[in-house]
């Protein structure tokens, strides 16, 4: 079993910067692949940012990509989503989740349905 809380949402204007936290409970919280989805009002659930269980893999949407970075801090339980340059269609409720260990090399889930942990979600906003 994993717990996990979201952390660090907020309102910004456009081309600023936030940083979002998740940390993990559980007993084997730290084997998990980790990712990052967000969901806009109106909109399904998005893949946003993946990253293995020992950080040494990532993988992003190519919304994205060069823009955000994901990394994790195992001795934290924690993983962290680095967002910048951000852009009003970024505005949306950011949810943390935790896939099943997968072993280094093997391409990561960008599929929902492949996480069978989520947090609650935070709330990103960014005003033009």
């Known amino acids: 079993q994993v717990q996990l809380v979201e952390s660090g949402g907020g309102l910004v204007l456009a081309g600023g910067s936030l940083r979002l936290a998740c940390a993990a409970s559980?007993?084997?919280?730290?084997?998990?692949?980790r990712g990052w989805f967000r969901q806009a009002p109106g909109k399904e659930r998005e893949f946003v940012a993946v990253?293995?269980?020992?950080?040494?893999?990532?993988d992003y949407a190519d919304s994205v990509k060069g823009r955000f970075t994901i990394s994790r801090d195992n001795a934290k339980n924690t993983v962290y989503l680095q967002m910048n340059s951000l852009k009003p269609e970024d505005t949306a409720v950011y949810v943390c989740?935790?896939?099943?260990?997968?072993?280094?090399?093997?391409?990561?889930?960008?599929?929902?349905?492949?996480?069978?942990?989520w947090g609650q979600g935070t709330q990103v906003t960014v005003s033009s």
């Open positions: 990253v293995s269980w020992s950080g040494s893999s990532a």
């Open positions: 559980g007993r084997t919280a730290n084997s998990y692949t």
């Open positions: 989740a935790a896939a099943p260990w997968r072993r280094d090399g093997v391409p990561l889930p960008k599929d929902r349905q492949e996480y069978g942990y």
